[in-house]
């Protein structure tokens, strides 16, 4: 796979794809592809090459491709763009053309904001994503293509392509920056390959407290106000029951009756009137 990459200048070594010798680690897991190879034609600003790959890392996409980028490779500013995610940066490969970049690919997708007028599939990020992950699982390698950050991609760039992705945007406004438009398309790319699991979930560490615990907290709420002298006597039953309700609709933890019963103790405590 290696030997069809022609490189556009010179590359930092550590950049370098053939500074590694065939058949080391980093052949093999390049060989297994389990992610969509994003390829950004022409890019220009290395902030957008480095949130690229920051973005890549953030969704699990690893292998990236710079047609000749402008102004050279590798550009100052690009890793601190990337905020750690240098493995993407250090695995970055150079391609003077994008016939080249491409060659090796089962299907290319070009994402762009304008109608192109080419007789192509035109999808949105979702149901392409879907296709790609679909193809993936086939053992395809599958392509994604972003445009320049000035002027997108040419029409001959988009006619190399199998389909057009195109992001569900305002009329007034349909134009994300580059880094962005990989960031949307590898979110998608997780969601489809049903990746998309939450890091941490919000569930309760405490399980709801029990009808007893409850009913024993408004008795010692209902004690603790009847000894401060907070009811009016003919409202008591009334306001009982509003406070009741009050404390249902918390959806009360076990720890949450404990916090609150630890509470009441010390107002207790604190008036000298002594609940418990
Ligand atoms: N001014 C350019 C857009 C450049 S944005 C133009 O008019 O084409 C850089 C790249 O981000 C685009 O080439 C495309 O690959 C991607 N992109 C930006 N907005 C997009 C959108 N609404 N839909 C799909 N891709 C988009």
Same mark, same amino acid.
């Given at each position: 796979?290696? /030997?069809?990459?022609?490189?556009?200048?010179?590359?930092?070594?550590?950049?370098?794809?053939?500074?590694?010798?065939?058949?080391?680690?980093?052949?093999?897991?390049?060989?297994?592809?389990?992610?969509?190879?994003?390829?950004?034609?022409?890019? /220009?600003?290395?902030?957008?090459?480095?949130?690229?790959?920051?973005?890549?890392?953030?969704?699990?996409?690893?292998?990236?491709?710079?047609?000749?980028? =402008?102004?050279?490779?590798? =550009?100052?500013?690009?890793?601190?763009?990337?905020?750690?995610?240098?493995?993407?940066?250090?695995?970055?490969?150079?391609?003077?053309?994008?016939?080249?970049?491409?060659?090796?690919?089962?299907?290319?997708?070009?994402?762009? @904001?304008?109608?192109?007028? /080419?007789?192509?599939?035109?999808?949105?990020?979702?149901? @392409?994503?879907?296709?790609?992950?679909?193809?993936?699982?086939?053992?395809?390698?599958?392509?994604?293509?972003?445009?320049?950050?000035?002027?997108?991609?040419?029409?001959?760039?988009?006619?190399?392509?199998?389909?057009?992705?195109?992001?569900?945007?305002?009329?007034?406004?349909?134009?994300?920056?580059?880094?962005?438009?990989?960031?949307?398309?590898?979110?998608?790319?997780?969601?489809?390959?049903?990746?998309?699991?939450?890091?941490?979930?919000?569930?309760?560490?405490?399980?709801?407290?029990?009808?007893?615990?409850?009913?024993?907290?408004?008795?010692?709420?209902?004690?603790?106000?009847?000894?401060?002298?907070?009811? @009016?006597?003919? =409202?008591?039953?009334?306001?009982?029951?509003?406070?009741?309700?009050?404390?249902?609709?918390?959806?009360?933890?076990?720890?949450?009756?404990?916090?609150?019963?630890?509470?009441?103790?010390?107002?207790?405590? =604190?008036?000298?009137?002594?609940?418990?």
């Amino acid at each position: 796979m290696w /030997q069809n990459r022609r490189r556009a200048g010179p590359c930092l070594v550590a950049l370098c794809p053939s500074s590694l010798p065939p058949g080391s680690a980093a052949f093999s897991v390049e060989s297994v592809v389990t992610a969509p190879i994003v390829i950004l034609v022409e890019p /220009q600003l290395a902030e957008n090459i480095g949130m690229t790959a920051r973005a890549m890392a953030n969704f699990g996409l690893s292998e990236l491709r710079l047609v000749a980028p =402008k102004n050279g490779w590798p =550009k100052k500013g690009v890793r601190e763009a990337a905020s750690g995610a240098t493995h993407v940066l250090d695995r970055a490969t150079v391609y003077a053309t994008l016939p080249e970049a491409i060659a090796d690919l089962h299907a290319l997708f070009a994402t762009t @904001a304008r109608e192109r007028g /080419q007789m192509k599939r035109v999808h949105a990020p979702e149901p @392409a994503l879907a296709e790609v992950a679909e193809r993936i699982g086939r053992g395809e390698r599958i392509g994604l293509m972003f445009g320049r950050e000035r002027v997108g991609l040419t029409n001959d760039e988009v006619s190399l392509a199998d389909a057009i992705v195109t992001f569900p945007v305002t009329e007034e406004f349909p134009s994300l920056n580059l880094a962005q438009a990989v960031l949307l398309m590898g979110y998608e790319w997780r969601r489809a390959a049903g990746l998309a699991t939450l890091r941490f979930s919000g569930e309760m560490l405490s399980p709801p407290a029990t009808r007893e615990a409850l009913l024993s907290l408004f008795a010692n709420l209902e004690a603790t106000l009847e000894r401060a002298g907070f009811y @009016a006597p003919e =409202k008591r039953e009334i306001i009982a029951r509003n406070m009741r309700d009050m404390l249902h609709r918390m959806s009360m933890t076990e720890q949450d009756v404990r916090t609150f019963r630890g509470a009441l103790r010390a107002l207790d405590r =604190k008036t000298g009137t002594g609940a418990e």
